[in-house]
């Protein structure tokens, strides 16, 4: 949050890379944490299981959980608190293991490419509806493309209707806003309507991804309970909506900006799939991976993290590492070439990594290719300069602009 960082933030993570690349300073909330800026460090710290997700997982642990201080902060009531502080990102294995191993039963391979009729089908609709949005001959893409089309596909995946697609939009600005006076009520509508919900279904499943859910809680290995059956519909949509709709809201402004680029991708649609990794390299929404803790004393690039410190993994400035990428600051969409495996850490990595990362992949793919089919001469409107970011988000590390007029 440091203002200087803020307005270059590449040219100051850069320079943390080179003379402090494990350097400490302070989160959001004040609490202390070891900020880590280099590719290899960052990587291989997101497969070292002597750094946790959770305070409580430290042996030797007092009470004295940051989350709590968070939850103190925005006023989140008692009986609500497990609802945020029992995601997948917020366990350690063995109880990260189980939760995991739950969801992928039903968050396969197969039901994520399932969807790939229905986004198109998404995304068609919205592009042919843009027109009616333009106000002084623009239209905002990030509002009327980017967020409907995410927040309706993981609706749809998740089997949460479509009709509430615009209540989970605003709950989850809230939520990531972190302002207290909305939480104090959107955060207990979303919980209510979420266990409404539930129950609705169980009374008449279907094949969807929630249905899959409460059968297997109904099943004989049972194992979840109906709150983490509810803190995982909370999670899919949220993760699912936000950061996704900011990929395709960043990746677009950024294939405008470089002509050239858009060009090869348009005459050699076969790059997609590479073209997509190197978006999620080059301005990919998510700046840092969670909070985590020493479990015990480390040595990090020659510096010292003592047990229990808190720690952040600064993932775009490990996108930018120049040890890891000839000349970084270029968008090259043939970077990764066709069938190579993604090489950024945008998705974090590990037992953690993002759960929807194939999902986000196949929602930019089909976001990207069907708007430029369809309005071949899309430009912006503004100078790519001019387009504003949210800054001063309450929720840090992320890098997202606040409306994308073409
Ligand atoms: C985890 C980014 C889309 C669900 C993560 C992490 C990152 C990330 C960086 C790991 C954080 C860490 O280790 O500290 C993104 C980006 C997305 C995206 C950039 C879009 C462009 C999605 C979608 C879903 C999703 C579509 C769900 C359908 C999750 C979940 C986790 C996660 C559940 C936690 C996994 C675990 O702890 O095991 N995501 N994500 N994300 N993501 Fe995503």
Same mark, same amino acid.
Request: some cysteine.
């Given at each position: 949050?440091? %203002?200087?960082?803020?307005?270059?933030?590449? !040219?100051?993570?850069?320079?943390?890379?080179?003379?402090?690349? *494990?350097?400490?300073?302070?989160?959001?909330?004040?609490?202390?944490?070891?900020?880590?800026? &280099? +590719?290899?460090?960052?990587?291989? #710290?997101? $497969?070292?299981?002597?750094? *946790?997700?959770?305070?409580?997982?430290?042996?030797?642990?007092?009470?004295?959980?940051?989350?709590?201080?968070?939850?103190?902060?925005?006023?989140?009531? /008692?009986?609500?608190?497990?609802?945020?502080?029992?995601?997948?990102?917020?366990?350690?294995?063995?109880? $990260?293991?189980?939760?995991?191993?739950?969801?992928?039963?039903?968050?396969?391979?197969?039901?994520?490419?399932?969807?790939?009729?229905?986004? /198109?089908?998404?995304?068609?609709?919205?592009?042919?509806?843009?027109?009616? $949005?333009?106000?002084?001959?623009?239209?905002?893409?990030?509002?009327?493309?980017?967020?409907?089309?995410? =927040?309706?596909?993981?609706?749809?995946?998740?089997?949460?209707?479509?009709?509430?697609?615009?209540?989970?939009?605003?709950?989850?600005?809230?939520? =990531?806003?972190?302002?207290? /006076?909305?939480?104090?009520?959107?955060?207990?509508?979303?919980?209510?309507?979420?266990?409404?919900?539930?129950?609705?279904? &169980?009374?008449?499943?279907?094949?969807?991804?929630?249905?899959?859910?409460?059968? !297997?809680?109904?099943?004989?290995?049972?194992?979840?309970?109906?709150?983490?059956?509810?803190?995982?519909? *909370?999670?899919?949509?949220?993760?699912?909506?936000?950061?996704?709709?900011? @990929?395709?809201?960043?990746?677009?402004?950024?294939?405008?900006?470089? %002509?050239?680029?858009?060009?090869?991708?348009?005459?050699?649609?076969? =790059?997609?799939?590479?073209?997509?990794?190197?978006?999620?390299?080059?301005?990919?929404?998510?700046?840092?991976?969670?909070?985590?803790?020493?479990?015990?004393?480390?040595?990090?690039?020659?510096?010292?993290?003592?047990?229990?410190?808190?720690?952040?993994? *600064?993932?775009?400035?490990?996108?930018?590492?120049?040890?890891?990428?000839?000349?970084?600051?270029?968008?090259?969409?043939?970077?990764?070439?066709?069938?190579?495996?993604?090489?950024? #850490?945008?998705? !974090? $990595?590990?037992? +953690?990594?993002? @759960?929807?990362?194939?999902?986000?992949?196949?929602?930019?793919?089909?976001?990207?290719?069907?708007?430029?089919?369809?309005? %071949?001469?899309?430009?912006?409107?503004?100078?790519?300069?001019?387009? /504003? &970011?949210?800054?001063?988000?309450? #929720?840090?590390?992320?890098?997202?602009?606040?409306? #994308?007029?073409?």
């Amino acid at each position: 949050m440091d %203002p200087d960082l803020m307005a270059d933030p590449f !040219g100051g993570y850069g320079r943390l890379r080179e003379q402090a690349p *494990v350097v400490h300073g302070r989160y959001l909330d004040g609490t202390p944490a070891w900020f880590v800026t &280099r +590719h290899d460090d960052v990587r291989a #710290l997101l $497969h070292d299981r002597r750094l *946790v997700n959770t305070p409580a997982s430290v042996p030797g642990a007092t009470d004295d959980d940051p989350r709590l201080k968070m939850m103190d902060m925005l006023a989140i009531p /008692e009986e609500l608190r497990p609802y945020l502080m029992g995601s997948m990102l917020d366990t350690d294995p063995p109880e $990260h293991t189980r939760l995991r191993k739950r969801v992928l039963r039903e968050f396969t391979a197969r039901r994520v490419m399932g969807m790939r009729p229905r986004i /198109e089908e998404i995304a068609g609709r919205l592009l042919d509806a843009l027109p009616r $949005h333009t106000a002084d001959g623009a239209a905002d893409l990030l509002a009327h493309y980017a967020y409907p089309l995410s =927040i309706q596909v993981i609706c749809n995946l998740v089997g949460v209707p479509e009709a509430d697609s615009d209540k989970w939009q605003q709950w989850g600005e809230d939520l =990531i806003a972190m302002r207290p /006076e909305r939480l104090a009520t959107s955060f207990p509508a979303m919980i209510e309507h979420t266990h409404r919900l539930i129950g609705e279904r &169980r009374a008449d499943l279907g094949d969807d991804l929630l249905s899959g859910l409460i059968r !297997g809680q109904d099943s004989s290995e049972g194992g979840i309970s109906d709150v983490e059956l509810v803190t995982f519909v *909370v999670t899919l949509v949220l993760a699912g909506h936000e950061t996704t709709a900011h @990929l395709i809201s960043n990746g677009t402004a950024a294939l405008l900006s470089h %002509p050239g680029q858009l060009a090869q991708l348009r005459s050699d649609p076969e =790059i997609m799939p590479g073209a997509v990794h190197e978006l999620m390299r080059w301005c990919g929404p998510v700046q840092t991976g969670r909070l985590r803790y020493a479990a015990e004393d480390m040595e990090v690039a020659g510096t010292r993290i003592p047990r229990g410190d808190a720690v952040l993994l *600064v993932f775009v400035s490990a996108n930018f590492d120049p040890r890891r990428y000839t000349d970084p600051d270029r968008l090259d969409l043939r970077r990764h070439p066709v069938g190579q495996a993604e090489n950024h #850490l945008g998705f !974090g $990595h590990g037992i +953690h990594y993002c @759960l929807g990362a194939s999902l986000a992949r196949l929602e930019a793919e089909i976001a990207f290719g069907s708007l430029f089919d369809r309005y %071949p001469d899309l430009r912006l409107a503004l100078e790519p300069a001019e387009l /504003e &970011r949210r800054e001063r988000m309450r #929720l840090p590390g992320q890098w997202r602009l606040t409306r #994308l007029p073409v």
